[in-house]
């Protein structure tokens, strides 16, 4: 059965193979025609032109633009402070740069002018050997072009230097005007109701920022796990803020009993450590808080203001017990004690304000600005 299914096979093979290349060649004859046309076209299309890409700007050609948008801004009375500083900024690496090229080939033009120098003077009459006539010609000529950069280079730095001096002279002129100009009393009703809506308006944008961020943080997780490291930032700055009374009053202690030329001013840097110890302590505060990330672009602006604003607090407190101290001691004034008392009172007074300004400044500075 299987033998004669196998003859069978060989003999259709055999029968077909005659007429496979004729199939083959009636087929390729009846090749769509498309085909060739189609890579006709394709050959004949023509090749287009590569896009010419500008050559990179040099150093002189990018300097020389900004120079002259300096300059134009120079002569603009109504240009802005912002455009003035950012201009101004640009220009002070271009000047730090040509101070630099200022100083290009300082080693070999020292060389060839010692090579000049060992030619030995020309002489006045004009007879030197022609050989030597032409190595100085040649090298006077390798000079010039060794001390030409480093010309163009002091010529731009110098451009650079007036251009700055310029922007700095319009800046102090802007903000003598904004300093000297007067503006609304304290004393007018309606500015301090504006100050207040103005307030109260920072503190509910700051609220609804922290409930959004407290919000977001717990549904994301991140507050959780970022809670136990502010919590310890947060209690090592604490700290910090309240040990300054116990750690000063230990060193005045042993201080006390000392007697000499320099213990005044020992007791002086002694007493200075109330500042430093506290501002470590509010330094970590503010750093707890913004590490919550909680807080919004207002909030966030206060809290990074905490330091300064705490600084006129302890700077004031530390003031007035040195002007007006407690006790027996006059001071260096040598107020009597009710002077004294009063002077403590206003001087901690003003370092509260200005705290509170700075705090509330930094929020409505933020708040104009958007």
Same mark, same amino acid.
Request: hydrophobic share 45%; proline share 6%.
């Given at each position: 059965?299987?033998?004669?299914?196998?003859?069978?096979?060989?003999?259709?093979?055999?029968?077909? $193979? &005659?007429?496979?290349?004729?199939?083959?060649?009636?087929?390729?004859?009846?090749?769509?025609?498309?085909? +060739?046309?189609?890579?006709?076209?394709?050959?004949?299309?023509?090749?287009?032109?590569?896009?010419?890409?500008?050559? &990179?700007? =040099? $150093? +002189?050609?990018?300097?020389?633009?900004?120079?002259? !948008?300096?300059?134009?801004?120079?002569?603009?009375?109504?240009? #802005?402070?912002?455009?003035?500083?950012?201009?101004?900024?640009?220009?002070?690496?271009? !000047?730090?740069?040509?101070?630099?090229?200022?100083?290009?080939?300082?080693?070999? *033009?020292? =060389?060839?002018?010692?090579?000049?120098?060992?030619?030995?003077?020309? &002489?006045?009459?004009?007879? +030197?050997?022609?050989?030597?006539?032409?190595?100085?010609?040649?090298? *006077? %000529?390798?000079?010039?072009?060794?001390?030409?950069? /480093?010309?163009?280079?002091?010529?731009?730095?110098?451009?650079? %230097?007036?251009?700055?001096?310029?922007?700095?002279?319009?800046?102090?002129?802007?903000?003598?005007?904004?300093?000297?100009?007067?503006?609304?009393?304290?004393?007018?009703?309606?500015?301090?109701?504006?100050?207040?809506?103005?307030?109260?308006?920072?503190?509910?944008?700051? $609220?609804?920022?922290? #409930?959004?961020?407290?919000?977001?943080?717990?549904?994301?997780?991140?507050?959780?796990?970022?809670?136990? /490291?502010?919590?310890?930032?947060?209690?090592?700055?604490?700290?910090?803020? #309240?040990?300054?009374?116990?750690?000063?009053?230990?060193? !005045?202690?042993?201080?006390?009993?000392?007697?000499?030329?320099?213990?005044?001013?020992?007791?002086?840097?002694? #007493?200075?450590?109330?500042?430093?110890?506290?501002?470590?302590?509010? @330094?970590?505060?503010?750093?707890?808080?913004?590490?919550?990330?909680?807080?919004?672009?207002?909030?966030?602006?206060?809290?990074?203001?905490?330091? @300064?604003?705490?600084?006129?607090? *302890?700077?004031?407190?530390?003031?007035?017990?040195?002007?007006?101290?407690?006790?027996?001691?006059?001071?260096?004034?040598?107020?009597?004690?009710?002077? /004294?008392?009063?002077? /403590?009172? @206003?001087?901690?007074?003003?370092?509260?304000?200005?705290?509170?300004?700075?705090?509330?400044?930094?929020?409505?500075?933020?708040?104009?600005?958007?």
């Amino acid at each position: 059965m299987i033998r004669r299914f196998l003859l069978s096979l060989l003999l259709g093979v055999g029968l077909l $193979a &005659p007429a496979l290349p004729a199939l083959a060649q009636e087929q390729s004859l009846e090749a769509p025609p498309e085909t +060739e046309q189609t890579l006709e076209g394709e050959s004949a299309a023509p090749e287009t032109a590569p896009a010419e890409v500008p050559p &990179p700007e =040099t $150093a +002189e050609e990018s300097f020389e633009r900004i120079a002259h !948008r300096a300059e134009e801004l120079a002569a603009n009375e109504d240009a #802005s402070l912002f455009a003035l500083n950012r201009l101004r900024a640009e220009l002070v690496n271009w !000047r730090d740069h040509y101070l630099a090229e200022t100083e290009r080939n300082a080693g070999r *033009i020292a =060389t060839v002018d010692a090579q000049i120098a060992a030619l030995g003077p020309a &002489p006045d009459d004009g007879q +030197e050997p022609q050989a030597v006539a032409d190595r100085r010609s040649a090298l *006077i %000529e390798q000079r010039n072009a060794l001390v030409a950069p /480093r010309l163009l280079a002091e010529e731009s730095y110098v451009r650079a %230097e007036g251009l700055i001096r310029e922007f700095d002279a319009r800046a102090l002129q802007r903000e003598t005007e904004e300093l000297t100009q007067r503006g609304p009393t304290p004393l007018n009703p309606t500015a301090a109701q504006e100050a207040m809506t103005a307030v109260a308006g920072l503190f509910g944008i700051v $609220a609804t920022e922290l #409930s959004v961020g407290i919000t977001a943080g717990m549904a994301d997780g991140s507050l959780s796990r970022i809670l136990p /490291r502010a919590l310890l930032l947060l209690v090592v700055g604490i700290g910090l803020l #309240s040990m300054r009374r116990s750690f000063v009053t230990g060193w !005045r202690a042993r201080l006390s009993g000392l007697r000499g030329r320099w213990v005044p001013l020992y007791r002086f840097f002694v #007493s200075f450590a109330q500042i430093l110890v506290p501002l470590v302590g509010l @330094y970590a505060v503010t750093e707890a808080l913004a590490l919550l990330g909680i807080f919004g672009l207002r909030g966030s602006d206060i809290v990074n203001a905490i330091p @300064y604003a705490g600084f006129c607090a *302890i700077f004031g407190w530390w003031l007035s017990r040195q002007l007006f101290p407690l006790g027996l001691d006059s001071g260096y004034l040598e107020y009597d004690p009710e002077t /004294r008392a009063k002077g /403590r009172f @206003y001087v901690k007074f003003i370092a509260w304000v200005s705290a509170i300004a700075v705090l509330i400044e930094a929020g409505l500075r933020t708040v104009e600005l958007s």
